[in-house]
């Protein structure tokens, strides 16, 4: 598994009556104190509280400038602004500098200290922290990847790895009992349940599910297994009166059983194994200002669970459902239960709610966020994927084309209209084009583009080998598209804002012009999986839409006919299905606007949103089952290679890389992901195992490497 650098920012926050005061003690930026006033009163933090319960409920808030979420940002800023200030505000700047020139994230680790509190002023440890919104930087911290906020708990006990072996234990309590209001646990769980598949069937993950939801039968199950997690779906609670934190059990009869956090505590505590702890209950993370354990989250962590994520006010089934899903996934993949829990707000947030990301609160009480050590599990034999028709790797690539080679493209689209009846190319409706050169094919080979070239880099057994140049065709900065047999190459040339969709053999010889549309982008073209039809986009309708022809470039027809733009579909190697970019659901400006994925029909019916995000979602494609989407997105700041399910679930960031990532292309074997990043005009190819997250370069140069292609399919 892969490691997660992160550097520690340790925050003090102390409270003496309606006096603050916040320090830091430690961090690579230095050392800071400064007094502060809190910018809400008591009630009017209640008021904000209850807004933001009435905002998730409300689901999507995707407008930046839409008066909810203004408010939910001047909250967050206000409170940065107010903890921060001149002293503090620089010491996190050069931290996050420091981070930054360590490769690392900075963990924001919040000690709240409200012992000396007393008489009035708004109790620490009822602020939503997870709100802190810098303006200048990051945003939201929480949200980022690179800032995660934990409530760290300082105990005189120490906290260290546990050493497993695969596979961990998790023991999941649904309560649901008959007097209590319905939650939707059985999507919960078959939601649950699907993210957890794979690791399951690789042997990392075994789950016991209890029959009973009763203080008897929890009591007799970790009394009888070693459990490392544990996962809590139902309600919680916080009694008014002094009887602190609440977990709604069942009784024998079916009804309410409510137990108190401190007998939670006692249960278990002295659980060596048990590290992890996950409350999707209502009010699960709610605490008494004067005792900062009396809240169950709190309770746990005192009784020697490392890490529990609560819900510090009341979330939505929805929220709930995305959050445990995405947690888990993270998790399984390697991350630290800090940077897991980020991804799964990051999901709740583009997904299902702009605030309620912010209700599920991390105690952690583990330095670095590591909890175990896991042990390589056994080794599995490498994934051979078998269809009946060969399939090419033909993703579309969204990426500048530039004109800078010292040969200056020399080949436009006109100089190939005015050579073409000497070379022999076949023009649209010119029939057929001729047949590929016997035996050439460019199975094990990454198809790119450099500066105009379309270029071929052999990776023999897995490794960067020969890399030749295959033609010099004024090709656009989009990723070829190589057919299901590989002896074919589709790809956009011309001059930019004047492309069109032409063919060549391996060899570099052009065997046809598939379009002939002057003033017209006709680009990012990609086959179908028998061979017989490309899919295209093009403004021939000034906007961009999406178009398919036949092989041979006749009958060329729009699939879409959106105001938006829709760009650069993939054809699905398994099936007829089309993904592609669109910016229908567009936040930002008329100079830069943002995209989504979507996911349509061959026939151009059924155009469904895969997300649906403030960020800008981009150049999709498919991997090699069908199952799979990689994009690139800079949903966490930068952009990045990230994948999800065929059905918008399961959003991963797959890179963590200085650059800008361009053009993700699946592997054949579907466990790597090649990638162009880079700045300007300097891009090269990298690729990410997605098994162990380690990036290798498969090609440095001076040049500018662009939509990179795997070719080709497996047996």
Same mark, same amino acid.
């Given at each position: 598994?892969a490691?997660? #650098?992160f550097?520690?920012f340790?925050?003090l926050?102390?409270r003496?009556?309606?006096?603050y005061?916040?320090?830091?003690?430690?961090?690579?930026?230095?050392e800071a104190?400064?007094?502060?006033?809190?910018?809400?009163?008591?009630?009017?933090?209640?008021?904000?509280?209850?807004?933001?319960?009435?905002?998730?409920?409300? &689901?999507?808030i995707?407008?930046?400038?839409?008066?909810?979420?203004? !408010?939910?940002?001047?909250?967050?800023g206000?409170?940065?602004?107010? +903890?921060?200030?001149?002293?503090?505000?620089?010491?996190?700047?050069l931290?996050?500098?420091?981070?930054?020139k360590?490769?690392?994230?900075?963990?924001?680790?919040?000690?709240?200290?409200?012992s000396?509190g007393?008489?009035?002023?708004?109790?620490?440890?009822?602020v #939503?922290?997870?709100?802190?919104?810098?303006?200048?930087? =990051?945003?939201?911290?929480a949200?980022?990847?690179?800032?995660p906020?934990?409530?760290?708990?300082d105990?005189?006990?120490?906290?260290?790895?546990?050493?497993?072996?695969?596979?961990?234990?998790?023991l +999941?309590?649904?309560?649901?009992?008959?007097?209590a209001p319905?939650?939707?646990?059985?999507?919960?769980?078959?939601t649950?349940?699907e993210?957890?598949?794979?690791?399951?069937?690789?042997?990392?993950?075994?789950?016991?599910?209890? !029959?009973?939801?009763?203080?008897?039968?929890?009591?007799?199950?970790?009394?009888?297994?070693?459990?490392h997690?544990?996962?809590?779906?139902g309600?919680?609670?916080?009694?008014e009166?002094?009887?602190?934190?609440?977990?709604?059990?069942?009784?024998?009869?079916?009804?309410?059983?409510?137990?108190?956090?401190?007998?939670?505590?006692?249960?278990?505590?002295n659980?060596?194994?048990?590290?992890?702890?996950?409350?999707?209950?209502?009010?699960?993370?709610?605490t008494d200002?004067?005792?900062?354990?009396?809240?169950?989250?709190?309770?746990?962590?005192?009784?020697?669970?490392?890490?529990?994520?609560?819900?510090?006010? %009341?979330?939505?089934? %929805?929220?709930?459902?995305?959050l445990?899903? !995405?947690?888990?996934?993270?998790?399984?993949d390697?991350?630290p239960?800090d940077a897991?829990l980020?991804?799964?707000?990051?999901?709740?947030?583009?997904?299902?709610?702009a605030?309620?990301?912010?209700?599920?609160?991390?105690?952690?009480?583990?330095? @670095?966020?590591?909890?175990?050590?896991?042990?390589?599990? #056994?080794? +599995?034999?490498?994934?051979?994927?078998?269809?009946?028709?060969?399939?090419?790797?033909?993703?579309?690539?969204?990426?500048?084309?530039?004109?800078?080679?010292?040969?200056?493209?020399?080949?436009?689209?006109a100089?190939l209209?005015?050579?073409?009846?000497?070379?022999?190319?076949?023009?649209?409706?010119?029939?057929?084009?001729?047949?590929?050169?016997?035996?050439?094919?460019?199975?094990?080979?990454?198809?790119?583009?450099?500066?105009?070239?379309?270029?071929?880099?052999?990776?023999? =057994?897995?490794?960067?080998? %020969?890399d030749?140049?295959?033609?010099? +065709?004024a090709?656009s900065?989009? =990723?070829?598209?190589?057919s299901?047999?590989?002896?074919?190459?589709?790809?956009g040339?011309?001059?930019?804002?004047?492309?069109?969709?032409?063919v060549?053999?391996p060899?570099?010889?052009?065997?046809?012009?598939?379009?002939?549309?002057p003033g017209?982008d006709?680009?990012?073209?990609?086959?179908?999986?028998?061979?017989?039809?490309?899919?295209?986009?093009?403004?021939?309708?000034?906007?961009? @839409?999406?178009?398919?022809?036949?092989?041979?470039?006749?009958?060329?027809?729009?699939?879409?006919?959106?105001? =938006?733009?829709?760009?650069?579909?993939?054809?699905? /190697?398994?099936?007829? &299905?089309?993904?592609?970019?669109?910016?229908?659901?567009?936040?930002?400006?008329?100079?830069?606007?943002?995209? @989504?994925?979507y996911?349509?029909t061959?026939?151009g019916h059924?155009?469904? /949103?895969?997300?649906?995000?403030l960020?800008?979602?981009g150049?999709?494609?498919?991997?090699?089952?069908?199952?799979s989407?990689?994009?690139?997105?800079?949903?966490?700041?930068?952009?990045?290679v990230?994948?999800?399910d065929?059905?918008?679930?399961s959003?991963?960031r797959?890179?963590f890389?200085?650059?800008?990532?361009?053009?993700?292309?699946?592997?054949?074997?579907?466990?790597?992901?090649?990638?162009?990043s880079?700045?300007?005009e300097?891009?090269?190819?990298?690729?990410?195992?997605?098994?162990?997250?380690k990036?290798?370069?498969?090609?440095?140069?001076?040049?500018?490497?662009?939509?990179?292609?795997?070719?080709?399919? #497996?047996e």
């Amino acid at each position: 598994m892969a490691a997660f #650098p992160f550097l520690d920012f340790d925050l003090l926050i102390e409270r003496d009556g309606d006096r603050y005061r916040a320090r830091v003690l430690s961090s690579p930026g230095g050392e800071a104190s400064a007094d502060f006033t809190l910018p809400f009163s008591s009630q009017e933090l209640q008021i904000f509280v209850l807004k933001a319960i009435s905002l998730g409920t409300r &689901r999507r808030i995707r407008r930046i400038e839409s008066p909810d979420m203004l !408010e939910i940002k001047t909250f967050g800023g206000e409170l940065f602004e107010a +903890v921060f200030g001149d002293k503090l505000n620089r010491c996190l700047r050069l931290s996050l500098h420091e981070a930054e020139k360590s490769r690392a994230g900075l963990r924001i680790r919040i000690r709240l200290d409200d012992s000396a509190g007393g008489g009035g002023g708004v109790a620490l440890s009822d602020v #939503p922290w997870e709100f802190l919104y810098d303006s200048d930087g =990051a945003g939201f911290l929480a949200l980022s990847g690179n800032s995660p906020i934990v409530r760290y708990q300082d105990l005189s006990q120490p906290s260290e790895r546990l050493a497993v072996k695969p596979p961990l234990r998790l023991l +999941v309590m649904i309560s649901a009992p008959r007097d209590a209001p319905k939650l939707d646990v059985a999507h919960e769980q078959a939601t649950l349940d699907e993210a957890l598949r794979d690791p399951i069937e690789k042997g990392l993950i075994t789950v016991d599910r209890m !029959e009973k939801a009763t203080l008897e039968e929890l009591q007799r199950r970790l009394r009888r297994t070693d459990y490392h997690a544990f996962h809590f779906i139902g309600h919680g609670g916080y009694g008014e009166r002094g009887e602190g934190g609440v977990l709604l059990l069942e009784n024998d009869e079916g009804k309410s059983d409510p137990v108190s956090a401190e007998f939670l505590r006692q249960l278990f505590q002295n659980k060596k194994t048990l590290r992890l702890a996950v409350l999707n209950a209502c009010e699960g993370a709610r605490t008494d200002p004067t005792d900062p354990f009396a809240g169950v989250a709190q309770s746990l962590v005192r009784g020697g669970v490392v890490a529990v994520i609560a819900m510090q006010f %009341e979330i939505s089934d %929805e929220a709930a459902i995305i959050l445990s899903s !995405e947690f888990y996934a993270a998790l399984a993949d390697g991350y630290p239960v800090d940077a897991a829990l980020a991804e799964a707000r990051t999901a709740v947030y583009t997904r299902s709610s702009a605030v309620e990301w912010a209700i599920p609160v991390l105690y952690l009480r583990s330095p @670095d966020g590591s909890i175990f050590d896991v042990a390589a599990p #056994p080794p +599995v034999p490498p994934r051979r994927w078998k269809w009946r028709v060969p399939w090419p790797k033909h993703p579309s690539r969204k990426g500048p084309g530039r004109d800078r080679r010292r040969r200056a493209i020399l080949i436009s689209a006109a100089a190939l209209a005015l050579v073409a009846p000497i070379a022999g190319i076949a023009f649209l409706g010119g029939g057929p084009p001729p047949p590929p050169p016997q035996g050439v094919s460019l199975k094990d080979s990454i198809v790119y583009v450099r500066g105009g070239e379309i270029r071929a880099l052999a990776m023999t =057994a897995g490794e960067p080998g %020969e890399d030749r140049d295959l033609a010099d +065709v004024a090709a656009s900065g989009y =990723a070829p598209s190589v057919s299901p047999d590989g002896t074919r190459i589709a790809f956009g040339g011309g001059s930019p804002g004047d492309h069109d969709i032409f063919v060549m053999d391996p060899n570099g010889n052009i065997l046809a012009r598939l379009t002939n549309s002057p003033g017209v982008d006709d680009d990012s073209p990609s086959w179908s999986s028998d061979g017989s039809r490309i899919v295209f986009h093009s403004d021939r309708n000034e906007n961009y @839409d999406i178009y398919v022809m036949n092989a041979d470039g006749t009958g060329p027809e729009p699939l879409t006919s959106d105001p =938006a733009d829709d760009k650069h579909p993939e054809w699905s /190697p398994v099936d007829d &299905r089309i993904v592609f970019e669109s910016s229908r659901n567009d936040y930002g400006s008329d100079d830069t606007p943002t995209f @989504d994925i979507y996911v349509m029909t061959s026939a151009g019916h059924n155009a469904d /949103p895969l997300t649906n995000s403030l960020s800008d979602d981009g150049v999709p494609v498919w991997s090699p089952d069908g199952l799979s989407i990689a994009f690139r997105s800079n949903r966490l700041n930068g952009y990045e290679v990230w994948t999800m399910d065929g059905g918008g679930s399961s959003l991963t960031r797959r890179t963590f890389v200085d650059g800008i990532v361009r053009a993700p292309a699946w592997s054949p074997d579907g466990e790597q992901i090649a990638f162009a990043s880079g700045f300007g005009e300097e891009f090269d190819l990298y690729a990410v195992d997605l098994e162990t997250r380690k990036v290798r370069p498969l090609l440095q140069t001076s040049g500018d490497e662009r939509g990179p292609t795997w070719c080709c399919f #497996p047996e």
